[in-house]
Every structure is written in structure tokens, then in C-alpha cells.
């Protein structure tokens, strides 16, 4: 297919992270590179903003290559971002024509959207509206969720410093609890909903560290509370100081979030309920069995975008399929994400960008394999740090003034 010209437009959407300027900085760079992108326009909160005709230019932005660096650098999401979700483009296709009546005003021809799950469905539905209508406009996918659980692609940008932090973290409260020889629970809720990856990687330490948590729980596996007492009792015969990592999305087998209890009941746009309090919860419950010294800690946001503990792996890698979303749109492609395939392990680690259709991927959710969690359920197993560590691999050092980080901001 023949590479179109015209203008490219990027946005950011859902959950901040450490890495998602790093996949803007690589479109960008990508964008920059092309004979047949002239103007890189920036959405400013995604598509919620451009439905309100708020936009930025990048070109007149980002000037240099010390721009594309600091960028690369900077947490969160430096565009804005939103949680929008868009109605069915067969049905309802008001915010599609306003959409497109922008594209075609500021000739975009290439639309890029840096994001997870519910973004991926944005990109869907745009992408088949544009085949609706006919429309030459190539709609990509670029992969962005600390929580990992984006199907077809072997994890996702934004995970690895994620994981790096919380594995970081959990090393540094382990050897304070170990401190004092009172009998004691440090219970640790870490983000995952469905999927429990960012919990997993708070075992991270056990390979090299000679440290970590002593019991682990996943949503993937059932969670139950006699079970869970028996395992803190099993775990009190060798140690005074128990620490616990817990997904916040851990369920009963009634399928009940352990600490739903405490919220409202609300949901977001996308349904998902606003959860948090699995750890009080917990606490509450191991406080009530054992009357014991308990702590809660709720990593809470420090966990989405700790860049001064990202992974240089992974801010690498979220450059490389920014600037590959770029190349294959430009060969033609459209209503696709853009994947990482591991083509290498352990010491050999490495990867490649591959795009995947984004029907086949958008409103479905990547588990922890069953083999990655022990058959008692209550931890990982060695299969599943082996696949984790090289993602937190590398330091970064971010740039310094007056003793604190330098950011790039965008004022949109």
C-alpha cells in the first residue's frame, strides 16, 4: 500500500505511568523521521479533548533531541489523559463525525493512541468507524499499563518500572519490619483489578535479595480467609515479622472483592469499580484472629509513576514501539496494536515489535498464568520470577536541578 501524506495525531489515555512519555517521545521521534508526516499534533486528554477541539502542536514543542530526552524521563502523562469511553460506531455516531471532521480539518491521516485496555477499545471503535465511512486514516494501538494485562503481547510498556518499584519498596519495608522481635503483620496492597502481575513482582526479591514477602496473593487464584489465617500461623513457626503482598482486586469464591466492603459501589465509565481498601480490610480480619501488632500500606499512586526507580529496559522498549507504531502505519497498517514478542530469556533476554489486530485484543485481559502461582495459592512460583526480572533490568538517571528531577510539561 502506497504510505500516505499528511499529518499524524497522538494522544495519551488512562492511567499514568513512567514510561508513557517514553512511547509519546518514540511516535514522536518516529513522526519526525518520516517523509510523509509533515505537522505531530498532541491531543490534550486524549479523546475527551479533541472532542473539544483541544489540541497542541509538537513540532513546535519538542525542538530537540535534549527535549526528546527529558521527555523520555518524565512521569505521567504529558499530554493529559482521560478515561472516555466512546458509544458503538454503529449505533451512535455523534462523537465519530466530530472526530473526523477534526482529522480532516488538520489533515490527519495517522492517528496513534497510547494506552490499556478500555484505550484499546477506543482505538477499535474508531478503526471500524473509519471503515464504515471509508475513511483512509490509519488508527494504531500503542501499548501502555503498569498492570500488564493487555493481551497479545508478551507484557507492556510501563509494567517493568512499575514492577521494578514495588519489588524496590518491598525489599526496603521487609528489612524494616525485620527490625524488632514482636510478633507482627505488615499487610501490603498493591494495584491489580483482575490481574495480579504487579503483585507478583513484589516477590521479585526472593532470587537475589535473600529477602521477600512471605505470603503472595493473586486475583487469579481464589481467595479464602481460614485458609489465609492457616497460613499466616504456618508462617508465625518460623519468623515473629510476616509481611504480605495482596492484589487489591483479591475475591472470595462468591466472586466478592475482599475489600468491596469498603467502597461505595461505584464504577467508572467502563464499569470497573473503584476499589482500595483490601489491605484495612485484611488488616481488620488479622487483627481480630491473632490480636497482634498489624499494618496496612497501600502503595496506592507512588506505584504508577516512581520514575526515579524505572526501568531502563523499560523505557527503552516503550521508545522502540512508539517509533515502530510509526513505521507500521506508514506501511499501510490500521486497527492494530503494536506487541512485543520475546525472542530471548534469562541473559539472552530481547525482544521485537510485531502489530496485532486490535479486535483480537481490546476488552480482553491477560491473566498470571496458573503456573505462575504455587498450588497453595498464596505465592509465585520460580517459572514466574524468571520471566519478570529481566523487565526491571537497567537504572536510569534522571536529570537533576537543585536537588530535585527536571520534567518536560506541555501546557495544553
Not at 322 to 338: I, N, T
Amino acid at each position: 500500500m502506497d504510505k500516505l501524506k499528511g499529518n499524524a495525531i497522538v494522544g495519551q489515555s488512562g492511567g499514568p505511568t513512567a514510561a508513557i512519555n517514553a512511547t509519546l517521545a518514540g511516535v514522536i521521534r518516529g513522526a519526525f523521521e518520516s517523509d510523509h508526516i509533515g505537522t505531530v499534533y498532541g491531543a490534550i486528554h486524549g479523546v475527551a479533548g479533541l472532542l473539544e477541539d483541544r489540541y497542541c502542536v509538537l513540532n513546535d514543542i519538542v525542538k530537540s533531541e535534549e527535549d526528546l530526552k527529558l521527555l523520555e524521563n518524565t512521569p505521567a502523562a504529558a499530554l493529559g489523559s482521560c478515561r472516555a469511553k466512546l458509544p458503538d460506531p454503529a449505533k451512535d455516531t455523534a462523537a465519530y463525525e466530530k472526530l473526523f471532521a477534526l482529522f480532516e480539518k488538520l489533515d490527519i491521516k495517522y492517528f496513534f493512541y497510547i494506552g490499556g485496555n478500555d484505550s484499546m477499545d477506543t482505538v477499535d471503535k474508531l478503526s471500524k468507524y473509519a471503515s464504515i465511512i471509508g475513511s483512509d486514516i490509519r488508527v494504531m494501538g500503542v501499548p501502555k499499563t503498569i498492570d500488564n494485562d493487555l493481551c497479545g503481547t508478551d507484557h507492556t510498556p510501563g509494567f517493568g518500572s512499575a514492577a521494578k518499584f514495588i519489588a524496590t519498596v518491598m525489599q526496603e519495608m521487609i528489612r524494616d519490619t525485620a527490625v524488632y522481635f514482636v510478633k507482627a503483620v505488615t499487610i501490603v496492597e498493591i494495584m491489580g483489578r483482575d490481574a495480579g502481575w504487579l503483585t507478583a513482582a513484589s516477590a521479585l526479591t526472593r532470587k537475589h535479595c535473600g529477602v521477600a514477602p512471605d505470603l503472595v496473593y493473586l486475583p487469579e487464584a481464589v481467595f479464602d480467609y481460614d485458609k489465609f489465617y492457616e497460613d499466616i500461623e504456618e508462617a508465625f513457626k518460623k519468623k515473629p515479622n510476616i509481611v504480605v503482598a495482596v492484589s487489591e482486586g483479591v475475591k472470595t469464591a462468591d466472586g466478592r472483592y475482599v475489600g468491596e466492603g469498603t467502597q461505595s459501589g461505584a464504577t467508572d465509565v467502563f464499569g470497573h469499580k473503584y476499589l482500595a481498601g483490601t489491605g484495612k480490610m485484611l488488616e481488620n480480619a488479622v487483627k481480630e484472629k491473632f490480636g497482634c501488632k498489624v499494618r496496612s500500606v497501600e502503595l496506592n499512586l507512588p506505584q504508577r509513576c516512581a520514575s526515579h526507580a524505572a526501568s531502563l529496559v523499560d523505557l527503552t522498549e516503550s521508545v522502540m514501539v512508539g517509533r515502530a507504531a510509526v513505521k507500521c502505519a506508514e506501511s499501510g497498517e490500521s486497527g492494530k496494536m503494536m506487541c512485543f514478542e520475546r525472542i530471548g530469556d534469562g541473559d539472552n533476554y530481547a525482544i521485537r515489535c510485531v502489530s496485532r489486530d486490535i479486535a483480537s485484543i481490546a476488552n480482553k485481559i491477560r491473566y498470571v498464568p496458573r503456573e505462575f502461582i504455587n498450588e497453595r495459592g498464596n505465592n509465585i512460583t520460580d517459572e514466574c520470577v524468571d520471566y519478570l526480572l529481566p523487565l526491571i533490568s537497567g537504572e536510569v538517571m534522571p536529570a537533576y536541578k537543585n536537588g530535585l528531577p527536571v520534567h518536560f510539561v506541555i501546557n495544553g
